[in-house]
């Protein structure tokens, strides 16, 4: 019934639709870029904030990202190279990093970029007043002192073995958004910044539309014009995919194996998959009584069948994790205890715990049944599968698990970051670096920080503190896998799996150029053949 629903559905949209869309990629033209033309991406989630200071969700962060530079980044191969610094030097002990900036580079509005820009984004990120989830990066800087408009030095208290990772951080404008509140200014939702691409329009709910940057220091993107429309259902989102209102979507498992897999799709689009820097977990709020104790934690995670979540909903495009790194990378602990299913032995632990299985199949005790709510965002059929999945897994063993689906920034911004829920079911996108204090310490439970779910343990703090302060490899990966054992153990998620990353593109977008990185880091350099141009955009300075 519900496939039918679905066929359905697409039927219905692409003739109310289709008759609007003339577009047709033609088997001839000549392959070379071109400026111009439109692309209309899609999210199920809109920004909180274009502000890089504040925003702490992956939806203002692809927008971000276009808008702003960091002084770093990363190439297609994951390697640190210049974006707003020119070159730096590193001392000899690591505690001090000199920057020397591009010179000429300007914000779009004309002002010229400098290292008070740098620096008053350090003050800024260092301000009590402003909340941010990333005052950690930064924290460990003794001073900046700068040399002139193009040079400064960034003096570290000790060695911080991620530091130049974190130079790839957006500098924001000084002139700008000096003597102002930056938790509420005008800024956030109409931002300037030094990136390829210019703010232009935000229509609350509907679409964020940017446009190309004629003086990027960079040169002009062949774009002319990004589209970022937020449509909260990936169902939804795939038919405008098939009705042309949209270029670019990520697809759902199931729809990249069966849907996008038919000759039809693959006629039009090009489908990519690729390694992520991500997992998906279920996370418990540890301030609940239900789940302060790890033997009740360690019960639900033998209770959930990480296998048939990847095999069923991921179509086995994913890998098994058990801690909170990535399957091949260093940090990984391939002898961590895995929770594979087995019920029985979840039985035993919640057994252990007192809670006992009454005439009603639920277990119950000092009178009160083991009941809570499970939440995560809207739109992301996947996470609704897999919250569906663990109801139905977590019911056998006497939990009833009640599910709520919410709008993205009302689950992060009234029930994550105020810690009002029960459990959730969520994803991160983690550095490459395994640096991860800002999620496991202790300290980062404030509101609107990344520790949500209250998570404390003596041991893990001061590893998260060691991982920071050594350059030694052989020393940071004994450190860092320790720590993916404890974490384990200590089983605060459920951890799930590392997705492949599934992007589908329209096939008159050319230049792109699948690598470790992804698809979208030389975004610039995507472009559409004069011939095949679907929009006729010109831009203004």
């Not at 730096?88 to 914000?107: A, Q």
């Not at 996470?383 to 006497?398: F, H, P, W």
């Not at 404890?486 to 977008?509: C, E, G, M, N, Q």
Request: aromatic share 16%; with cysteine; charged share 30%.
């Amino acid at each position: 019934m519900k496939k039918f629903l679905f066929y359905f559905l697409i039927i219905l949209f692409l003739f109310s639709c289709g008759k609007k869309e003339t577009y047709k990629l033609k088997e001839k033209y000549i392959d070379k870029p071109a400026y111009g033309d439109i692309l209309i991406d899609s999210s199920i989630g809109e920004p909180a904030t274009l502000n890089p200071v504040l925003a702490s969700d992956s939806a203002s962060h692809d927008i971000i990202g276009l808008i702003f530079n960091g002084l770093v980044k990363f190439d297609e191969n994951l390697k640190i190279i210049g974006d707003l610094a020119e070159k730096w030097d590193i001392s000899k002990d690591g505690k001090i990093i000199t920057f020397y900036l591009k010179k000429g580079v300007k914000w779009q509005d004309g002002v010229e970029f400098t290292v008070r820009d740098v620096k008053f984004t350090y003050d800024s990120f260092m301000n009590p007043q402003v909340k941010t989830a990333y005052r950690s990066l930064f924290e460990p800087i003794k001073k900046i002192e700068i040399i002139d408009d193009y040079t400064l030095k960034v003096y570290y208290k000790f060695t911080f073995a991620p530091a130049l990772q974190y130079w790839g951080t957006a500098i924001i404008p000084e002139h700008l958004l000096k003597d102002k509140d930056i938790n509420t200014a005008e800024f956030n939702r109409n931002p300037v910044g030094t990136g390829p691409y210019r703010f232009y329009k935000w229509e609350t709910t509907q679409q964020i539309e940017l446009t190309a940057n004629k003086n990027y220091f960079e040169g002009q993107p062949y774009i002319s014009k990004y589209i970022y429309r937020i449509i909260p259902d990936q169902s939804v989102q795939y038919m405008e995919l098939l009705a042309g209102s949209i270029d670019m979507m990520t697809l759902t498992s199931e729809l990249y194996a069966k849907e996008a897999a038919k000759e039809e799709f693959l006629k039009n689009f090009n489908k990519y998959a690729i390694t992520s820097f991500s997992y998906v977990y279920i996370g418990y709020n540890l301030l609940n009584d239900l789940f302060k104790s790890k033997n009740v934690r360690k019960a639900l995670s033998y209770a959930i069948n990480k296998d048939e979540i990847i095999t069923g909903i991921k179509r086995g495009l994913a890998k098994k994790i058990t801690g909170p790194f990535i399957p091949g990378s260093w940090a990984y602990d391939e002898n961590t205890e895995s929770y594979d299913y087995n019920p029985e032995k979840a039985k035993e632990f919640l057994y252990k715990e007192g809670w006992k299985l009454k005439e009603d199949g639920y277990l119950y005790k000092d009178g009160k049944k083991f009941e809570f709510i499970l939440l995560t965002n809207q739109g992301n059929k996947e996470r609704e599968e897999i919250a569906t999945i663990v109801q139905q897994q977590l019911n056998k063993i006497g939990i009833k698990v009640n599910i709520r689906i919410l709008a993205w920034s009302t689950l992060i911004t009234e029930f994550i970051d105020k810690k009002k829920f029960d459990a959730i079911v969520l994803g991160w996108n983690i550095t490459q670096d395994p640096d991860c204090y800002d999620i496991w310490h202790s300290s980062k439970t404030k509101e609107g920080e990344f520790n949500f779910i209250s998570y404390k343990n003596s041991r893990v703090d001061k590893l998260t503190e060691q991982g920071r302060t050594t350059f030694d490899f052989e020393k940071r990966k004994k450190i860092y896998r320790e720590i993916h054992r404890i974490i384990a153990d200590d089983a605060p998620y459920t951890f799930l799996y590392s997705p492949l990353a599934l992007p589908a593109v329209h096939k008159r977008f050319h230049g792109i150029k699948p690598a470790l990185a992804g698809i979208s880091y030389n975004f610039t350099k995507w472009y559409v053949p004069e011939e095949l141009q679907k929009y006729k955009v010109t831009i203004e300075k």
